[in-house]
């Protein structure tokens, strides 16, 4: 079945604890991202990869680093996380920038 | 940046209406638009993908259209249902391509309740 799967789906965590997300498609798409959503704000893009070794910062990179060193996967990495970081997480592919999104189902991620 | 607005941010129908949800944009210089639907505590579903040489796309009981002029995207739900409450988003590229491919920007969506 053609999917992206992120993993945990929940993750409780203290400020400061490194962590990650990860992200993996099997569809062998060349775009993969990451978003956040939060009540009022709506979804907002925090990283995207346009193909392996190949990312760029959305509209709120501050605190995250990512990775696509496979085609498969993008791992979401906090440092140091915040409470700020309290958040719902997407990862999302797609086989061309112009192509439909396919969405994972998300990470809920509490940060005290 | 593109400001992008839906409207309305909520709607609460009973069933068998037919319905209207719209998504705004400021730049008319578009290359495609998706709307997307979301169920509590799911990931996105993408429903329809307007390329901007295209004027609608139809899938099922859903119809959107996109007018670049008027900067203004209706996705249009026939015969509504109850398994269509769902929260629906609207999303679309910057204009300047060039070298942010794969950035979308995303409505804050229309949340959707259709009452038997």
């Known amino acids: 079945e053609a999917q992206v799967t992120q993993n945990p789906r929940y993750l409780i965590t203290v400020t400061g604890k490194k962590l990650t997300v990860t992200c993996s498609q099997n569809?062998?798409?060349?775009?993969m991202s990451w978003y956040r959503q939060d009540p009022g704000l709506g979804l907002r893009q925090i990283y995207y990869s346009m193909n392996v070794e190949v990312t760029d910062k959305g509209d709120v990179p501050e605190g995250y680093k990512v990775s696509r060193k496979e085609k498969r996967n993008f791992p979401l990495i906090l440092e140091s996380p915040s409470p700020n970081q309290t958040s719902l997480y997407f990862c999302a592919s797609s086989w061309t920038a112009d192509s439909p999104l396919h969405f994972g189902n998300g990470t809920r991620l509490t940060v005290t | 940046k593109q400001e992008v607005t839906q409207i309305p941010a909520a709607l609460s129908v009973p069933e068998g209406e037919n319905l209207v949800l719209n998504c705004s944009f400021t730049?008319?210089?578009?290359?495609?638009l998706q709307w997307f639907r979301q169920d509590p505590g799911k990931g996105l579903t993408s429903l329809l993908l307007?390329?901007?040489?295209?004027r609608e796309q139809t899938s099922g009981r859903l119809n959107a259209s996109l007018d670049k002029s008027s900067g203004r995207s209706t996705l249009y739900i026939a015969a509504s249902q109850p398994g269509d409450s769902a929260t629906y988003l609207c999303a679309f590229p910057p204009a300047d391509r060039g070298s942010t491919l794969g950035r979308l920007y995303f409505g804050r969506g229309t949340q959707l309740t259709v009452w038997p």
């Open positions: 569809m062998n798409h060349e775009y």
């Open positions: 730049d008319s210089a578009i290359y495609n």
């Open positions: 307007i390329q901007s040489s295209q």
